[in-house]
């Protein structure tokens, strides 16, 4: 470059970049699918009771991992923070489960967590260990874990989570003490605190409530803005996305030309500014990151744009939060660099590559704050690295609709505890205006994706309907001695995995709802083949001697075990089995009558995955159906009553 | 005292302080009872769905008030934190009400809060902005809403809560700004952040982390100690105060009188310092507050013990706090000094005061870390100062186990992040160990007080039960089409605040349950005398033609309707009432096989006040009982299974 050859420049650059983006987009598209994006939404759907085998597989784990690191290198306009997050709860699913059968990793001490809570709450203490590690913000790691991640929260999670984000920060801090000497490359540099802006009292007075609040305005819109325009693109991308893992690296490259393209030629716009006289820092830098970039300059010069450009994401944050330099950057590179940013974030969301939202959304947001600062620079007392703070705070707020995670991670970033009270205000009116125009960009992608999430809340059409009027597909229950073939019959035909059991005569008086067998359990009992010959209630000891407790516990990652897999005589199939032993007799129910609203807060607040419904009226047969989260989705009950949108 | 007459000097010191404690002390016992104390356990219940009238009513927030600035002015050693949540919490519940009726304030565009719920989440916003308000910490104010104050969590709430900091933080800040040339005392002083330390990064290594576990241990020791010694003072205080208000204001009397005598007297023992050389500040200070007491030393010199003892809370703690005076106090000072407050803090919180626990605590703990900090002073590379925070993070993580909260609420007075993972650790230590003790000095107080709390969780032992096992007393029901007579008489025989409604033949074929009634809205009905002289079904019309949605709505404070207010001629108690218009048809109901532990969770899960047991088999009566909140509680259930105890 220093001899002029710039195209053979820009092809080298680009086809850095591009070996790595290709890289990490065929390790995503054949390898684990689900390790695409930003993983948060993936997260914040499994907690909520989702259970998608892929999403916490070991393998996306590993693709998220290293695809998340060729990416970033690969130069894209994209973070590490949601993969950091995905990671982290895909370590606790893995730790969750005992390790993994499939790869022959496990350890039996850890198998403790075979139940659906106690799973939940550790790979929420896996997220929350995620955004530790990666802002490097502890308190953070625990709120984002509450506010974005969690779908219900205790007192022990809230518990468990600050253990494990102290642990994090602990062995964080001891690392980069061990790596201050300089041994492993930028890490040991800067301490906890990544953008530290601590100074004495900044002062403010009215006039800066008002650009706060066109702070707050701006970054609603914008944020609105590009909820709705990544909402269409990702729409456009699932097509492209659709044809197979050759299209979905083709469009990866396709993006990284362009990202190339754009770091390269974009500074060329830019000119050359002197380097600022007495300042602490050099001018121009000739290492891998730094403030001011000489890009083809002159000595004693450097290039703005390709200080935002050239640069890692980490300094590019930094140069734009710098306090006391008012006048490193035109104008016009902020724009181009902001419009940049913007676009490019857009674009490469969707790709086949592990890809965080949060440095996009900080740098467009530090950007455009800086604009403003720098354009109400006469009128106020705040510094444009303030303004930076305030715009990356209000596109947070704008885009990803938290508040208080926000508000400590931007809090922990900076160490910059006096802007705390605008900090709060401006989140509180990006959020706000945002929220008129659409839902956060993550609830938009868990939807997108079709994730069938519950909301806490019951729709207001829900009112309107009662239980019985949702419960759909013919009803297929059990005798508790039931006959082996209607079993095999029954699990080979349907996918349901719980059944209700009803007690018929002789075994007891008059048909008598029992309660509810899981599809795993009747599968574990069947391989006991302890079958009879006669319809008796038996005592329930056998299943006791032949199984031990984790034997019914649920399994890891793995679908556990398949009808499938189970072979059975005649003769077995026409044997009888108690169902008794393993039947759950307390499940939660309710009367075929009650409002549909009140029962899908029911079915939410206790995070369950049946519901019973059973008849007003006696003398019927003790069950009408059940619910399951299926039927709880506006997807499936506008289906149903295609007239009740019209009515609200 | 200048003219050595220090008995006089005494008795004036003693004599101010007495009269303010006895006036704070009459006001709570005359007018507001529940006024006394720190009003976080109160919260904590009624944010847990306990419905007491007093907790939060009018006269209380009166008392709260001016009570807590009395009993601080009158030198006790309590803080004004926790009353400061309570006058929130009541501050909150007067908006929310709509104002009082009692007192004539009344605003009908504020009564958009007469549900439990919205209610409720109004009263953990006013909870937040207290603490927001007393620590100037916006951020742990939501926090300390979340953790310990507010017994649901939504992400609505959370929302809620940081819009009310937010707002707080706002106007303190504007305050401060307004008072800043001095005109409101010791208001403007000091900005945002009470006790700032920020300062470069303070390095520690290794030996330091060894000094972290010995004081999380002495917290967690010390604070488990403070709870045993404050659950069994307390219990003393209660059989004085139970005779009568004098008693009450007499035992206030001798705290004074003992608490001047300490404060007054232990300074004698402590030698005089000379000032340190090249201090920025005064020495010895003149004036209200400040670093260096002067009491009795010659020029030039401070007595340490009255440098803690003889000032403002928030100096004290700022003295001991301070960076860079490892040799400001005597080591004896500061065991003096944290005995007495240890002592004092102990016999101090059961008086009939508003008194916080924060302040108590936090001298305490800020006394022993410094102590620790200067004993270790040569293997340590931390400041006494440093340690002293320490120190009292994890004497509050030792009482009142909160982590989070605590956490960030330090982070926000001190300004000090740095030391982040230190006090996360210091805290998971102490709250551990003081965990094996005992509960938190809250949840000790809720259970002491009789509140009928509800944990999250259900007890093991309810396993053993079914829901019909606890259904106690007679159960009293309603025909749809009741007789006035019956409901009358019903009403004022029992004090449910619930019935079952079943209709039975003619009205319908066999007995069924049509829902449940609550005791006011029959009482809002009866008031209408719309009765009929045949047993029938109306349409309803009529209900909705009389009253109106508000009329229906709960009653703020103050009790609403009493059956003892409503007469009937003999006539009218012949005639028949209809209630299914305003009946729930859709109440929560469990199998009365129902496992109790389940049972319990559903219960506490949605906030329930009642929760209907039905029948198994049919052909009966279609309910069994009602549970409530005291059917729940262990109390209850040990009384009706004395056996369960033992067998765990």
């Given at each position: 470059m220093l001899q002029k050859r710039y195209f053979?420049?820009?092809?080298?650059?680009?086809?850095?970049?591009?070996v790595l983006g290709a890289?990490?987009?065929?390790?995503?598209?054949?390898?684990?699918?689900?390790?695409?994006?930003?993983?948060?939404?993936?997260?914040?759907?499994?907690?909520?009771?989702?259970?998608?085998?892929?999403?916490?597989?070991?393998?996306t784990l590993f693709v998220?991992?290293?695809?998340?690191?060729?990416?970033?290198s690969g130069g894209f306009v994209l973070g590490k923070?949601?993969?950091?997050?995905?990671?982290?709860?895909?370590?606790?699913?893995?730790?969750?489960?005992?390790?993994?059968?499939?790869?022959?990793?496990?350890?039996?001490?850890?198998?403790?967590?075979?139940?659906?809570?106690?799973?939940?709450?550790?790979?929420?203490?896996?997220?929350?260990?995620?955004?530790?590690?990666?802002?490097?913000?502890?308190?953070?790691?625990?709120?984002?874990?509450?506010?974005?991640?969690a779908s219900w929260w205790r007192s022990a999670l809230l518990w468990r989570t600050f253990f494990t984000t102290a642990v994090v920060a602990v062995v964080l801090r001891a690392l980069i003490e061990f790596c201050r000497k300089g041994k492993c490359g930028l890490f040991g540099q800067g301490g906890l605190i990544m953008f530290d802006l601590s100074s004495n009292v900044p002062s403010y007075g009215t006039q800066d409530l008002i650009a706060i609040i066109i702070l707050g305005v701006i970054g609603g819109v914008f944020g609105g803005l590009f909820n709705f325009l990544l909402d269409r693109i990702l729409r456009v991308y699932s097509i492209i996305n659709e044809r197979g893992a050759p299209s979905k690296i083709l469009l990866t490259i396709t993006i990284s030309i362009i990202t190339s393209a754009c770091s390269y030629g974009?500074?060329?716009?830019?000119?050359?500014?002197?380097?600022?006289?007495?300042?602490?820092?050099?001018?121009?830098?000739?290492?891998?990151?730094?403030?001011?970039k000489s890009f083809q300059c002159p000595p004693g010069h450097y290039n703005g744009l390709a200080s935002l450009f050239f640069n890692t994401n980490d300094d590019a944050i930094r140069n734009l939060f710098s306090r006391g330099t008012e006048n490193e950057f035109h104008m016009s590179s902020l724009f181009v660099f902001f419009i940049a940013i913007y676009c490019l974030g857009l674009v490469t969301y969707g790709i086949a590559v592990p890809s965080g939202l949060f440095i996009p959304v900080i740098l467009a947001g530090a950007t455009y704050g800086r604009i403003v600062g720098t354009l109400l620079g006469p009128m106020s007392d705040i510094d444009p690295g303030l303004f930076a703070l305030l715009g990356a705070a209000s596109f947070l707020g704008g885009t990803m609709r938290m508040t208080v995670s926000v508000c400590v991670i931007l809090l922990e970033l900076t160490n910059e505890l006096h802007m705390l009270p605008l900090v709060m205000l401006v989140l509180l009116i990006s959020k706000t205006i945002a929220d008129c125009f659409n839902k956060g960009v993550y609830d938009q992608i868990v939807v997108m994706k079709g994730l069938p999430f519950m909301e806490a809340h019951a729709e207001p059409y829900m009112r309107h309907l009662v239980a019985s009027d949702v419960v759909s597909g013919p009803l297929i229950s059990f005798s508790g001695v039931e006959k082996v073939g209607n079993i095999v019959h029954a699990l080979r035909i349907t996918g349901h995995n719980g059944f209700p059991v009803v007690d018929e005569p002789p075994v007891s008086e008059a048909p008598e709802l029992v309660g509810l067998v899981l599809r795993s359990?009747?599968?574990?009992?069947?391989?006991?083949?302890?079958?009879?010959?006669?319809?008796?209630?038996?005592?329930?000891?056998?299943?006791?001697?032949?199984?031990?407790?984790?034997?019914?516990?649920?399994?890891?990652?793995?679908?556990?075990?398949?009808?499938?897999?189970?072979?059975?005589?005649?003769?077995?199939?026409?044997?009888?089995?108690?169902?008794?032993?393993?039947t759950n007799t307390s499940p939660y129910t309710v009367v075929e009558t009650m409002s549909l609203?009140?029962?899908?807060?029911?079915?939410?607040?206790?995070?369950?995955?049946?519901?019973?419904?059973?008849?007003?009226?006696?003398?019927?047969?003790p069950i009408v159906g059940i619910l399951t989260r299926h039927d709880l989705?506006?997807?499936?009950?506008?289906?149903?009553?295609?007239?009740?949108?019209?009515?609200?």
């Amino acid at each position: 470059m220093l001899q002029k050859r710039y195209f053979t420049a820009f092809l080298a650059y680009g086809g850095c970049n591009l070996v790595l983006g290709a890289t990490a987009a065929a390790l995503c598209a054949y390898i684990a699918p689900a390790a695409a994006g930003s993983g948060i939404p993936e997260v914040k759907a499994y907690l909520n009771g989702v259970d998608a085998y892929s999403i916490l597989a070991p393998s996306t784990l590993f693709v998220k991992i290293f695809g998340s690191i060729l990416g970033v290198s690969g130069g894209f306009v994209l973070g590490k923070e949601g993969p950091m997050v995905h990671t982290g709860a895909c370590i606790a699913n893995l730790l969750g489960q005992g390790g993994s059968r499939k790869y022959h990793l496990t350890w039996n001490w850890l198998k403790y967590f075979k139940n659906d809570r106690d799973r939940r709450d550790l790979i929420t203490c896996g997220a929350a260990a995620g955004v530790a590690a990666a802002f490097r913000a502890p308190v953070g790691g625990v709120l984002f874990a509450l506010e974005e991640a969690a779908s219900w929260w205790r007192s022990a999670l809230l518990w468990r989570t600050f253990f494990t984000t102290a642990v994090v920060a602990v062995v964080l801090r001891a690392l980069i003490e061990f790596c201050r000497k300089g041994k492993c490359g930028l890490f040991g540099q800067g301490g906890l605190i990544m953008f530290d802006l601590s100074s004495n009292v900044p002062s403010y007075g009215t006039q800066d409530l008002i650009a706060i609040i066109i702070l707050g305005v701006i970054g609603g819109v914008f944020g609105g803005l590009f909820n709705f325009l990544l909402d269409r693109i990702l729409r456009v991308y699932s097509i492209i996305n659709e044809r197979g893992a050759p299209s979905k690296i083709l469009l990866t490259i396709t993006i990284s030309i362009i990202t190339s393209a754009c770091s390269y030629g974009l500074p060329w716009l830019a000119a050359c500014s002197p380097c600022p006289v007495g300042s602490m820092e050099e001018c121009p830098t000739i290492g891998r990151s730094g403030n001011f970039k000489s890009f083809q300059c002159p000595p004693g010069h450097y290039n703005g744009l390709a200080s935002l450009f050239f640069n890692t994401n980490d300094d590019a944050i930094r140069n734009l939060f710098s306090r006391g330099t008012e006048n490193e950057f035109h104008m016009s590179s902020l724009f181009v660099f902001f419009i940049a940013i913007y676009c490019l974030g857009l674009v490469t969301y969707g790709i086949a590559v592990p890809s965080g939202l949060f440095i996009p959304v900080i740098l467009a947001g530090a950007t455009y704050g800086r604009i403003v600062g720098t354009l109400l620079g006469p009128m106020s007392d705040i510094d444009p690295g303030l303004f930076a703070l305030l715009g990356a705070a209000s596109f947070l707020g704008g885009t990803m609709r938290m508040t208080v995670s926000v508000c400590v991670i931007l809090l922990e970033l900076t160490n910059e505890l006096h802007m705390l009270p605008l900090v709060m205000l401006v989140l509180l009116i990006s959020k706000t205006i945002a929220d008129c125009f659409n839902k956060g960009v993550y609830d938009q992608i868990v939807v997108m994706k079709g994730l069938p999430f519950m909301e806490a809340h019951a729709e207001p059409y829900m009112r309107h309907l009662v239980a019985s009027d949702v419960v759909s597909g013919p009803l297929i229950s059990f005798s508790g001695v039931e006959k082996v073939g209607n079993i095999v019959h029954a699990l080979r035909i349907t996918g349901h995995n719980g059944f209700p059991v009803v007690d018929e005569p002789p075994v007891s008086e008059a048909p008598e709802l029992v309660g509810l067998v899981l599809r795993s359990h009747v599968l574990v009992l069947l391989s006991g083949r302890n079958f009879m010959k006669e319809k008796v209630k038996t005592s329930g000891s056998f299943v006791l001697r032949r199984f031990g407790a984790f034997d019914f516990a649920k399994p890891g990652s793995g679908k556990g075990m398949k009808i499938e897999d189970l072979d059975f005589t005649e003769e077995e199939m026409e044997m009888y089995v108690d169902l008794h032993p393993i039947t759950n007799t307390s499940p939660y129910t309710v009367v075929e009558t009650m409002s549909l609203a009140k029962a899908a807060v029911l079915f939410r607040a206790l995070g369950l995955r049946h519901l019973l419904v059973v008849p007003k009226t006696p003398g019927r047969f003790p069950i009408v159906g059940i619910l399951t989260r299926h039927d709880l989705m506006p997807e499936h009950i506008h289906g149903l009553f295609p007239n009740l949108r019209k009515s609200h």
